[in-house]
């Protein structure tokens, strides 16, 4: 027997489960598909490991030095992939911005959403120092990050 289950991921790829093998592709939907074994119970959270929840303030880029986004997610790469395909109407598919270049975590949704306002009163160039402290070239760290 042949269990299909869907669930939300955090970065497109799909999980192909076979008893005590997993195989990890690439795939072109923030959806996974899961091929499990009846006898098998799954309980699985890429985003933050087996057990705690993780929120994520994120700063999105249109270019370096360019129009800038402050968001919080609890599912950061998810979130990003909705971005980067215009998923979400509103300023960052507006302003073609797209590019995650600075992200923080914390482990309560109060927290982030603290930081996210704080972040949210600063001035630009405080903003463009702490993306530059951690990624000086802005490059877009979605690429780099499988399993945040």
Same mark, same amino acid.
């Given at each position: #027997?042949? /269990?299909? !289950?869907?669930?939300?991921? $955090?970065?497109?790829? %799909? @999980?192909?489960?076979?008893?005590?093998?997993?195989?990890?592709?690439?795939?072109?939907?923030?959806? #996974?598909? /899961?091929? !499990?074994?009846?006898?098998? $119970?799954?309980?699985? %959270? @890429?985003?933050?490991?087996?057990?705690k929840k993780?929120?994520?303030?994120?700063?999105?880029?249109?270019?370096?030095?360019?129009?800038?986004y402050i968001?919080?997610?609890?599912?950061?790469?998810?979130?990003?992939?909705?971005?980067?395909?215009?998923?979400?109407?509103?300023?960052?598919?507006?302003?073609?911005?797209?590019?995650?270049?600075?992200?923080?975590?914390?482990?309560?949704?109060?927290?982030?959403?603290?930081?996210?306002?704080q972040l949210?009163?600063?001035?630009?160039?405080?903003?463009?120092?702490?993306?530059?402290?951690?990624?000086?070239?802005?490059?877009?760290?979605?690429?780099?990050?499988?399993?945040?």
């Amino acid at each position: #027997m042949v /269990l299909w !289950v869907h669930a939300v991921l $955090i970065r497109p790829i %799909n @999980i192909l489960i076979i008893p005590k093998i997993i195989f990890l592709c690439k795939g072109h939907s923030p959806f #996974m598909s /899961l091929i !499990v074994n009846p006898l098998f $119970i799954i309980t699985f %959270n @890429i985003m933050s490991g087996w057990n705690k929840k993780q929120y994520y303030v994120y700063i999105l880029a249109t270019h370096m030095r360019g129009t800038l986004y402050i968001g919080v997610t609890g599912s950061l790469l998810n979130r990003v992939w909705q971005h980067k395909h215009n998923l979400n109407k509103g300023f960052t598919n507006k302003y073609g911005i797209h590019r995650l270049v600075y992200y923080e975590m914390y482990g309560s949704i109060h927290q982030a959403i603290e930081r996210e306002k704080q972040l949210k009163h600063w001035k630009r160039m405080w903003k463009i120092e702490l993306i530059e402290k951690v990624n000086p070239k802005w490059h877009d760290l979605y690429d780099d990050a499988p399993f945040l």
